[in-house]
């Protein structure tokens, strides 16, 4: 069972950066897949950004891409989020998660690290609340 923790939440105003940590119990360069996704109030979970840790390939939500970046650091088992010009509506509780394989067989073919893995493993989630 791999632990992921996730810290660096917050309250900020809109604009501003935030950086959200996850850190693994296991080596994060054996976790195929990682990614971040949110979680609104009143809405489904969505995915925010992934990243096959092998390749350094990544995949952000279109509502993200250019203001947030994903990265790791294999000697921290860390994985982060960097978060810029943040909004309203980013506001959200986000959670990190990882699966041990880069690619899953599913809807009759290969599927490469993405949002819609059945990931095996969550972290708790940190929250993020940006004012106007």
Same mark, same amino acid.
């Given at each position: ?14 604009? *501003?950066? $935030? ?6 119990? +296991?080596? !994060?360069? =054996?976790?195929? /897949? ?44 860390? *994985?982060? $989020? ?6 309203? +509506?980013? !506001?959200? =509780?986000?959670? /990190? ?36």
């Amino acid at each position: 069972q791999v632990q992921l923790v996730e810290s660096g939440g917050g309250s900020v105003q809109a604009g *501003v950066s $935030l950086r959200l940590s996850c850190v693994a119990s +296991e080596y !994060t360069d =054996t976790l195929g /897949c990682m990614g971040w996704f949110r979680q609104a109030p009143g809405k489904e979970r969505e995915g925010v950004a992934v990243l096959d840790t092998g390749s350094g390939n990544t995949v952000y939500a279109d509502s993200v891409e250019g203001r947030f970046t994903i990265s790791q650091d294999n000697t921290k088992n860390t *994985v982060y $989020l960097q978060m810029n010009s943040l909004k309203p +509506e980013d !506001t959200a =509780t986000y959670y /990190c998660a990882a699966d041990p394989f880069p690619r899953r067989w599913y809807g009759g073919r290969w599927n490469a690290c993405g949002f819609k893995y059945d990931y095996a493993f969550w972290g708790q989630g940190t929250q993020v609340t940006v004012s106007s």
